[in-house]
């Protein structure tokens, strides 16, 4: 609840509140989905929205419990026994050869932008609902969409063969290449100690993180056996 008081100020009775009122005000933040750990409730919609827009791409969603067993939480990890990551969400997107997604980028973790070696974007949004996504649709966008530089606060060891994918506010990812598997650490790091890793080749990562929880949403966008997969997670660290 949002409590109004002299001045125009407001005080914030509750983390809901909270990020309703960041909605408001945070530069871009109509773009962002500000939502609740575990989503709304009610019920869920069909996975897939409408049929799309003539010249947007096919979008597809993916079994969410296969991606889930991609997923592995790493026992070394200081937190390990409160650590999670549940898929939510997994879409692949038809590409073709002379058009295949190599970027993307968003303020939260969804909409998700995308760009394709044509130099074409899109957005990719969905509704979270009842702990899942739905309605999940894409739509074309212009490519000037803003993006956020954040940096990793801990690096691998010297001499890792990781590859480092970006950052998302205060998480990191790092490609595995041989493995074909990328790690995530948490935000503000200190030392490299990633909580959990996934059989999945990113190449770019989103997230928003809870304000008064250590865990949030994350997106992660790369490829399964040159499949391009994009798959959304509650994560708890």
Known sequence: MIRAMGGGKAVIRSSAGLLAAVALWAPGAARAQFVPPAGYSGRPGPAIAAPAARGV???????????????RLLPGYANAAHAHARVVGAY???????????????????????????????????????????????????????????????????????????????????????ARETLVTPPGAKTFNPFFAIGMEV???????????????????????GRLTIVVLDIGY
Request: proline content about 6%; charged content about 20%.
């Open 57 to 71: 791409p096919t979008l597809e969603a993916l079994d969410r419990g296969a991606l889930e067993q991609r997923i």
């Open 92 to 178: 692949t997107i038809a590409e073709t050869r002379r058009a295949r997604f190599v970027d993307a980028w968003a303020l939260g973790y969804l909409p998700l932008n995308l760009k394709r070696s044509d130099g074409s974007c899109f957005a990719l949004g969905a509704d979270y609902v009842g702990g899942i996504l739905s309605n999940a649709r894409l739509s074309p966008i212009g490519c000037e969409a803003r993006r956020i530089a954040d940096t990793s606060s801990a690096a691998p060891p010297v001499g890792s063969t990781l590859r480092y994918i970006g950052t998302a506010w205060g998480y990191s990812a790092w490609l595995d290449a041989k």
């Open 203 to 225: 190449f770019a990562i989103a997230a928003m993180n809870g304000p008064d929880w250590p865990g949030g949403n994350m997106t992660l966008a790369g490829r399964i056996d």
